[in-house]
């Protein structure tokens, strides 16, 4: 079995524990063993990130974005390879999977032009014969922590920011998928980058990620998951010493508004990619979908017939749509709450059955529930799979106020024909993205990812608004 290591002060190092990496589209299928970090290695890492950041941050702009280029070429020249990889440890579709690794590669192409492009400002003081220069420097050593659910992408719009911007990484995949992060950090070793400017540390939140939010070296800390683990974080950043700056996104219960005039086609293309696609295992997934009187009939018949037709299984198999569920603990997650939505009295149209294909995995029909009530646990609480609630409403009005009352505001869409009744949404909606019959996922690497209330804490993340958070403002006065 091949055994894959941390990556620590330029150097390949290895664990006496291991993680095994297994495809949940054939549990007998192993994909390799992942040293298991102790705290001591995350600690170890952090000190190299901090040695190495005086001479990174101080690097010509050039090298910084050479060195990001690089790595964008080469995801891309090895795209098939790691898309491969992706749809066989995480269970998306091999399309998708390919599609995620392309977009890594933008990702890092973006930051390498960006490096070169980081502005400040000149302003005229108030006092004559000065100078006011307001600068952008580099935190220090930031520390990112990644899910399971976008194995590459995520990593990448956390990476290439921080280096592009001359900070040093302490980077911890999550334990499910530490494949693409390990194919990942073997492409950055090879940009020639000095030791310790990144760092690979696979392993548990619990050690690991403890170590970086305690650290007074870390200076920053970029975590993507869980609502319960995001607040854990921000509280060891604000007790910690010295405080340490922190980026949070977290969870969402998104809503899909369809309207009366909505064109039927277009509504349910929506619903079944935001609802569905990547095995509803993305934070911007369309949970909740609102319905008018009027159109609820013939929309609901037209999503349970699309859903019927479509094909789950190995996600590396040609025709897949939807792949299996991550593994054995969500797949028990997503049951639960089909038991939880048929107690609260929802009733369920279809699907949520467990499916048998030609290897073990773990294979789940997608869901759909009508006669949800808004207040039901089904359609307040993140699932983080393919369970969707149909919810009926009066008017446009009722909907907007429905889609509103979340704890969440992440992403929210719309389906409509109405250019006043669209930019009605757009103005109103308490969400940090606002779709117009678009999948409430899908999101360009170029402009800012972010919600609201419960949703995201911090500086947005993606495109130039990146800088907010792996930036600090110098405000510099010259006199002369």
Same mark, same amino acid.
């Given at each position: 079995?091949?055994?894959?290591?941390?990556?620590?002060?330029?150097?390949?190092?290895?664990?006496?524990?291991?993680?095994?990496?297994?495809?949940?589209?054939?549990?007998?299928?192993?994909?390799?063993?992942?040293?298991?970090?102790?705290?001591?290695?995350?600690?170890?890492?952090?000190?190299?990130?901090?040695?190495?950041?005086?001479?990174?941050?101080?690097?010509?702009?050039?090298?910084?974005?050479?060195?990001?280029?690089?790595?964008?070429?080469?995801?891309?020249?090895?795209?098939?390879?790691?898309?491969?990889?992706?749809?066989?440890?995480?269970?998306?579709?091999?399309?998708?999977?390919?599609?995620?690794?392309?977009?890594?590669?933008?990702?890092?192409?973006?930051?390498?032009?960006?490096?070169?492009?980081?502005?400040?400002?000149?302003?005229?003081?108030?006092?004559?014969?000065?100078?006011?220069?307001?600068?952008?420097?580099?935190?220090?050593?930031?520390?990112?922590?990644?899910?399971?659910?976008?194995?590459?992408?995520?990593?990448?719009?956390?990476?290439?920011?921080?280096?592009?911007?001359?900070?040093?990484?302490?980077?911890?995949?999550?334990?499910?998928?530490?494949?693409?992060?390990?194919?990942?950090?073997?492409?950055?070793?090879?940009?020639?980058?000095?030791?310790?400017?990144?760092?690979?540390?696979?392993?548990?939140?619990?050690?690991?990620?403890?170590?970086?939010?305690?650290?007074?070296?870390?200076?920053?800390?970029?975590?993507?998951?869980?609502?319960?683990?995001?607040?854990?974080?921000?509280?060891?950043?604000?007790?910690?010493?010295?405080?340490?700056?922190?980026?949070?996104?977290?969870?969402?219960?998104?809503?899909?508004?369809?309207?009366?005039?909505?064109?039927?086609?277009?509504?349910?293309?929506?619903?079944?990619?935001?609802?569905?696609? %990547?095995?509803?295992?993305?934070?911007?997934?369309? %949970?909740?979908?609102?319905?008018?009187?009027?159109?609820?009939?013939?929309?609901?018949?037209?999503?349970?017939?699309?859903?019927?037709?479509?094909?789950?299984?190995?996600?590396?198999?040609?025709?897949?749509?939807?792949?299996?569920?991550?593994?054995?603990?969500?797949?028990?997650?997503?049951?639960?709450?089909?038991?939880?939505?048929?107690?609260?009295?929802?009733?369920?149209?279809?699907?949520?059955?467990?499916?048998?294909?030609?290897?073990?995995?773990?294979?789940?029909?997608?869901?759909?529930?009508?006669?949800?009530?808004?207040?039901?646990?089904?359609?307040?609480?993140?699932?983080?799979?393919?369970?969707?609630?149909?919810?009926?409403?009066?008017?446009?009005?009722?909907?907007?106020?429905?889609?509103?009352? %979340?704890?969440?505001?992440?992403?929210?869409?719309?389906?409509?024909?109405?250019? %006043?009744?669209?930019?009605?949404?757009?103005?109103?909606?308490?969400?940090?993205?606002?779709?117009?019959?678009?999948?409430?996922?899908?999101?360009?690497?170029?402009?800012?990812?972010?919600?609201?209330?419960?949703?995201?804490?911090?500086?947005?993340?993606?495109?130039?608004?990146?800088?907010?958070?792996?930036?600090?403002?110098?405000?510099?006065?010259?006199?002369?």
């Amino acid at each position: 079995m091949s055994q894959y290591r941390n990556y620590i002060a330029g150097e390949w190092s290895s664990s006496d524990r291991q993680t095994v990496n297994v495809n949940p589209s054939d549990t007998n299928d192993i994909i390799g063993e992942y040293a298991r970090a102790s705290r001591d290695d995350a600690e170890r890492a952090i000190a190299a990130a901090h040695a190495a950041f005086p001479r990174w941050s101080r690097q010509s702009p050039q090298v910084r974005s050479a060195a990001l280029k690089h790595v964008g070429d080469q995801i891309l020249a090895r795209k098939e390879e790691i898309g491969d990889l992706l749809a066989r440890e995480e269970g998306k579709t091999l399309r998708e999977a390919v599609g995620e690794t392309v977009r890594a590669a933008q990702i890092f192409h973006f930051f390498a032009g960006e490096a070169v492009r980081l502005v400040g400002d000149h302003q005229p003081s108030i006092r004559a014969d000065i100078d006011v220069e307001v600068r952008r420097e580099p935190l220090g050593v930031v520390g990112l922590i990644t899910p399971w659910n976008f194995p590459i992408a995520i990593p990448a719009w956390k990476i290439a920011p921080a280096l592009a911007f001359g900070n040093c990484v302490v980077f911890k995949p999550a334990e499910l998928v530490p494949g693409c992060a390990h194919m990942l950090a073997e492409i950055i070793a090879q940009t020639g980058i000095d030791p310790g400017v990144f760092n690979l540390v696979m392993g548990s939140g619990a050690e690991v990620g403890a170590a970086f939010a305690e650290s007074p070296l870390v200076r920053g800390l970029s975590f993507t998951g869980s609502v319960g683990v995001g607040r854990a974080i921000a509280a060891n950043c604000v007790t910690g010493e010295p405080m340490k700056r922190f980026q949070l996104e977290m969870g969402g219960k998104n809503a899909l508004i369809v309207t009366d005039d909505a064109m039927l086609d277009t509504a349910v293309d929506c619903a079944i990619d935001g609802a569905f696609y %990547s095995t509803g295992q993305r934070c911007t997934a369309s %949970s909740r979908i609102i319905v008018t009187r009027k159109i609820h009939a013939a929309f609901v018949d037209a999503m349970k017939a699309r859903m019927e037709r479509l094909a789950v299984d190995d996600a590396r198999k040609e025709g897949t749509d939807i792949g299996p569920v991550v593994d054995e603990r969500q797949l028990g997650q997503n049951r639960s709450y089909i038991d939880i939505g048929v107690n609260e009295g929802a009733t369920l149209l279809g699907g949520g059955e467990l499916l048998e294909r030609g290897a073990p995995g773990h294979y789940m029909a997608p869901a759909l529930f009508v006669g949800v009530d808004p207040k039901m646990r089904i359609a307040r609480e993140e699932i983080f799979g393919p369970v969707a609630s149909v919810i009926e409403v009066a008017d446009y009005d009722e909907a907007l106020s429905v889609a509103n009352d %979340s704890e969440f505001g992440l992403s929210a869409g719309i389906c409509t024909t109405s250019l %006043s009744t669209a930019r009605h949404f757009l103005r109103n909606i308490e969400a940090g993205m606002a779709m117009v019959n678009l999948a409430t996922a899908g999101v360009d690497y170029h402009v800012p990812f972010g919600g609201t209330k419960a949703s995201s804490f911090g500086a947005r993340e993606q495109g130039r608004y990146a800088a907010e958070f792996y930036t600090t403002v110098k405000t510099a006065y010259v006199a002369g």
